[in-house]
């Protein structure tokens, strides 16, 4: 049996973000209206199906985005980039935004207010506001 590079980063990010699991929440700007989103909506944000936010996401095969994915969509890192490679092959959209952390996540949304994003529960603080508690 053959093992890429890719495919043993994706299982260190896979262990790795079950070590850290935390609390996932989806933040939004401060002075957006956080009513009405559920999981479904953001899957579909995500997943490119829909629009209406703007997806901010965390940095590829980081233990927050494979935590994220699964717990959000449902699917793992591999069926999210077979979905976006569709979508791109098409020109039917871009995959959301990516940031290097929580810290540039959070400032990303408070500086947009059509933004959307997620990070641990325990970076939250006054310049965003918690819109759903992924669990």
Do not use: H
Not at 26 to 48: F, H, R, T, W
């Amino acid at each position: 049996m053959k093992i890429t590079a890719s495919c043993l980063l994706t299982l260190l990010a896979l262990s790795m973000g079950q070590a850290c699991a935390g609390e996932l929440v989806m933040i939004v700007n401060s002075a957006a209206p956080a009513a009405g989103i559920n999981k479904e909506q953001v899957a579909d944000l995500y997943l490119g199906r829909t629009s209406g936010w703007t997806p901010i996401d965390q940095v590829a095969n980081s233990p927050i985005y494979v935590e994220f994915y699964q717990k959000a969509t449902g699917r793992d890192i591999a069926q999210v980039k077979a979905i976006w490679s569709k979508i791109i092959f098409t020109g039917r959209g871009q995959p959301p935004k990516q940031m290097m952390n929580s810290a540039a996540v959070k400032k990303a949304v408070a500086a947009d207010p059509k933004a959307i994003g997620y990070i641990d529960k325990s970076a939250v603080d006054a310049s965003i506001k918690v819109a759903l508690t992924l669990d």
